[in-house]
């Protein structure tokens, strides 16, 4: 190795650093020094700037070897010591390595300093590398222990523990919206609405945490697509007026599911359309549904479908719609915040359905939601 060196020097005297520097000069290195003779000095100097490595006269009068090897190992820096001595002395050669100096040079040969510290500096650099990694895989450990023991914590927390307020939440909320928003300031109304986004945004992390624990939130249930789109419409009724977008919908079916996480994915899937929307174009969404026999709509049970077609008159990019109509996810379109179009497909499938897209034929985009719909009671049968 050459070029910049930054060696810490403890020593008396500015005539046994000259030839230490031109030593290192005339080897390739680019040599930054700082001399130092008492211990707090050294403590200073390492504690003000990096180093490479320390070279230290082990016979210095008043500050000794073994003195500056003992603050070097306090500062906990992980740096090449090379101890430097006047006198051949094997024992001392012996006592210095034994006390932790990384070689032991003599001041007649400091070409063999200019080997030590080409061999030490990298040395030292991958311990101080192999620490750190050491370290943060310590701290990962410790965060997957401290994940472990809140969701252990969440599993004592019954699903309806967390939803029930929760569902009151978007409940009132929605009551507030329905009877009194041509009332309400537009600053109360931006903030109620506010509300209402972050209960559905954590309705969803909760939805997350406990699929991955094999956990289901509360099915059993149906919601009125109608009713839930229009629901997001009233919600996103500013943004809608601002972009002027027209929603247009024929009759929508009850299906399997829950109203408010409906809500919330019409609203999610209407957001991000119309970030994609065109300047100076007024977007069209039109939602209409049809009833599929079972069997068909890709399934392989018998169960009955329902098909929710989504045509928009804004055509998409076309690396998007590559990435869109390919499985086994659609892009992540979070261009100003938000959530994602993909958790859109990621709802539509805990509903027990599928969600897909392609080009429509007049120029824009088809998107395809196929949901189950309510098992009929099977017919009794008459005994004579």
Request: charged share 30%; glycine share 6%; net charge positive.
């Amino acid at each position: 190795m050459n070029g910049t060196v930054r060696v810490l020097i403890v020593g008396d005297a500015q005539d046994d650093v000259a030839p230490l520097v031109r030593m290192l000069s005339k080897n390739g290195f680019s040599p930054h020094y700082r001399l130092v003779d008492r211990g707090a000095d050294m403590a200073s100097a390492l504690s003000d700037e990096p180093w490479d490595a320390v070279v230290a006269d082990w016979h210095l009068s008043g500050f000794p070897g073994e003195k500056s090897l003992s603050v070097l190992k306090g500062s906990g820096q992980n740096l090449p010591y090379i101890a430097l001595s006047d006198l051949l002395d094997v024992e001392t050669a012996v006592e210095a390595i034994k006390s932790g100096a990384d070689d032991f040079v003599l001041k007649s040969n400091l070409l063999r300093l200019v080997s030590a510290l080409q061999r030490e500096i990298p040395l030292a650099r991958e311990r101080r590398r192999a620490k750190r990694e050491q370290e943060r895989t310590a701290r990962r450990a410790n965060d997957r222990h401290k994940s472990a023991r809140q969701l252990g914590a969440l599993e004592e927390v019954s699903t309806q523990d967390i939803l029930v307020p929760l569902r009151k939440i978007l409940t009132f909320t929605d009551r507030v919206l329905s009877l009194c928003e041509e009332h309400l300031p537009p600053q109360a109304l931006n903030y109620l609405i506010r509300v209402r986004s972050s209960a559905l945004a954590l309705r969803d992390v909760l939805d997350r945490i406990f699929a991955a624990q094999g956990r289901e939130m509360e099915h059993g249930r149906t919601v009125d697509l109608r009713r839930a789109l229009s629901e997001a419409v009233q919600g996103l009724k500013e943004v809608l007026e601002e972009n002027d977008a027209t929603v247009l919908h024929k009759s929508l079916p009850v299906v399997p599911g829950d109203h408010a996480r409906m809500v919330g994915m019409f609203q999610t899937f209407l957001e991000n359309l119309l970030k994609l929307k065109e300047a100076k174009r007024s977007p069209v969404l039109c939602f209409h549904a049809e009833v599929l026999p079972p069997g068909k709509g890709g399934k392989k049970s018998r169960e009955r479908l329902c098909r929710i077609l989504v045509e928009q008159d804004t055509p998409l990019p076309e690396d998007f719609l590559k990435q869109l109509c390919a499985p086994p996810r659609l892009p992540t379109l979070k261009q100003a915040g938000g959530t994602p179009l993909s958790a859109c497909k990621d709802l539509v499938e805990s509903h027990g359905g599928k969600m897909s897209a392609k080009p429509s034929k007049k120029g824009g985009c088809e998107f395809t939601f196929l949901l189950p719909l309510p098992i009929k009671p099977a017919a009794k049968s008459s005994r004579t």
